[in-house]
């Protein structure tokens, strides 16, 4: 399995900000993905990350508000852009090795006031 | 109609106890299948991917049904430790997540 890790962990932000989130992964893996899960709620998915080129959205996801970065095969950064309160949740990302299993980190705890 | 749907619980059961609880996914296509656990204010953690002749992991069974579309999971002889947030969790590369089902085992 894969260890991830990401930082800040945590962090407390103003309305019309920006927050860059970065991930490592401690080996090579295909596919990283961020996620978002606010309060009570499972997962969503944001975005598959790709290396070397633009991320993959899901549908209510644009590039504009989360920009992704993925320069190699084990880091990737997720962008909060023009933060608002309804921004405030824990922002994940995943690594898979190629089988569909895939590993977290610990996750962004993000508030914005 | 949700991807991944679960019964939210809270399941509460006394030490030693048998709990047992489903899912339902709506894409029939899926390949993938697995439980994930989640303890408060932490990330999702594999628990066991399912299969389709079932598998079974110490304390721990896992069951998928194609033609009903839904995957189970029975814990026995619970712990105090198996207290958290059970997510079904269904796909291929992407992975659609059930909302959780809670529970909680008492001493």
């Known amino acids: 399995s894969a260890v991830i890790s990401q930082k800040p962990s945590r962090d407390i932000c103003q309305r019309g900000t920006s927050l860059t989130i970065q991930c490592q992964v401690d080996s090579q893996v295909t596919m990283m993905f961020w996620y978002r899960q606010q309060p009570g709620q499972s997962l969503t998915l944001i975005a598959t990350?790709?290396?070397?080129?633009?991320?993959?959205?899901e549908s209510g996801f644009v590039i504009d508000k989360f920009p992704i970065s993925r320069p190699n095969l084990t880091f990737s950064t997720l962008t909060v852009s023009n933060m608002s309160p309804e921004d405030s949740s824990i922002y994940l990302c995943?690594?898979?090795?190629?089988?569909?299993?895939?590993?977290f980190g610990p996750g962004t705890r993000l508030t914005v006031l | 109609r949700k991807e991944v749907e679960q019964d939210p619980g809270p399941f509460n059961v006394p030490e030693g106890a048998t709990v047992a609880f489903n899912c339902t996914y709506s894409n029939s296509a899926s390949q993938s299948f697995f439980w994930y656990r989640q303890d408060c204010r932490k990330e999702p953690k594999l628990l066991m991917s399912?299969?389709?002749s079932g598998n079974e992991d110490g304390r721990f069974t896992a069951q998928l049904n194609r033609a009903s579309q839904y995957i189970s999971l029975l814990i026995r002889d619970s712990k105090l430790s198996d207290s958290a947030t059970y997510l079904c969790?269904?796909?291929?590369?992407?992975?659609?997540f059930g909302a959780g089902t809670t529970v909680t085992v008492r001493a």
């Open positions: 399912v299969y389709s």
């Open positions: 969790v269904v796909g291929d590369y992407k992975l659609s």
């Open positions: 990350a790709n290396q070397g080129s633009e991320a993959t959205y």
């Open positions: 995943s690594g898979s090795g190629g089988e569909d299993t895939q590993y």
